[in-house]
């Protein structure tokens, strides 16, 4: 799968070359191309915003330089550009393998105030949010977009990793537990250590409905 990052910033996303998105990466199963918007600046400052027209505070992305780092992204036909925005849709994990059915995304980060409306209107298919909260930029919702959705990715992570965790079947994932056997005086559950395959299914589907009621009872609904 690949992304391509429209942004400011791109020596933000040196975090996801590490752990296992880095891995994926490595192998190819995961291209990462970071377009860095500034290098389309005609500007001999480089400057890539300017005040808004109606007044007001901050600053505003100028059109062109946005599309020209977006027409430089040669292969693009298929893909599908997403604007990282506080007023987009809210990132859930319908969404996430949604997405990672895709075999191209587009990802652009705004600043400052945002990005002139006219090429937002122009080149994106869909704005998503990661919360009701605002940031400083999309770089990190654009990462958050780029490591939820790349763990659904065929070769990323075992398969039934994927299958057991949280939300996958609407409830929270059941409590985790390793070696030692005993820590601080409590004990793994004897359930655990008998080996009795469906008393653990069973217990882990109990304990999956019994945190969900007790943390997200809204996921019942």
Known sequence: MKFDVLTLFPEMFEPLKQSIIGKAIEKGIIELNLIN?????KDKHKK??????????????MPEVVYDAYCSIKEKENAKV????????????AKVVELSKRQHLILLCGHYEGIDQRVLDEIVDE?????DYVLTGGELP????????????KGVLKEESIQEESF????????????PEVFHHQKVPDVLLSG??????????????EITKQKRPDLLK
């Open 142 to 153: 654009a990462m958050i977009v780029i490591d939820s959705v790349s763990r659904y990715v």
């Open 82 to 93: 997403i604007y990282l925005s506080p007023q987009g849709k809210k990132l859930n994990q």
């Open 196 to 209: 009795h395959h469906e008393n653990i299914q069973k217990w882990r589907q109990e304990k999956s409905l």
């Open 37 to 41: 918007i500034r290098d389309f600046s």
């Open 168 to 179: 996958n079947n609407g409830l929270l994932e059941y409590p985790q537990y390793t070696r």
């Open 48 to 61: 890539v915003d300017d005040t808004p027209y109606g007044g007001g505070a901050g600053m505003v992305m």
């Open 127 to 131: 704005e998503i949010s990661v919360g």
